[in-house]
């Protein structure tokens, strides 16, 4: 069975950071593409940041670039995303989700349809 577990949401006030983990199990993430998508409440999904699965090549939206990084361990079959300089509009449930090979960049963070898997999520509040 195959299951992406995300860890690592918090309450924090503007200006701090987090960083969120998202384990596979059941799955090697190292032939699959992986993007961090989030979803406040009453609100559509948003695409957060991607990363390919063998070329590494990454995307960021552009309401949190310069801020967030993203990046995979295979050997811990683990992605991150390091949220800096947290915004009060950066609250929301932040999910991954994952497809085999990589994704044109032109649509890695359009929608979560273009996954085959996701996690339950993880609740970020950025609030003082």
């Known amino acids: 069975q195959v299951e992406f577990v995300e860890t690592g949401g918090d309450l924090v006030q503007p200006g701090e950071s987090l960083r969120l983990s998202c384990v596979a199990r059941?799955?090697?993430?190292?032939?699959?593409?992986i993007a961090w998508f989030r979803q406040a409440p009453g609100k559509e999904h948003e695409g957060v940041s991607y990363i390919g699965s063998r070329d590494g090549i990454t995307v960021y939206a552009d309401s949190v670039r310069g801020r967030f990084t993203i990046s995979r361990d295979n050997a811990k079959n683990t992605v991150y995303l390091q949220m800096n300089i947290l915004k009060p509009e950066d609250t929301a449930v932040y999910y991954c989700?994952?497809?085999?090979?990589?994704?044109?960049?032109?649509?890695?963070?359009?929608?979560?349809?273009?996954?085959?898997?996701r996690g339950q999520g993880t609740q970020v509040t950025v609030s003082s």
């Open positions: 059941g799955l090697s993430i190292d032939f699959h593409s």
């Open positions: 989700a994952a497809a085999p090979g990589s994704l044109s960049t032109d649509v890695a963070l359009l929608s979560p349809s273009w996954y085959d898997y």
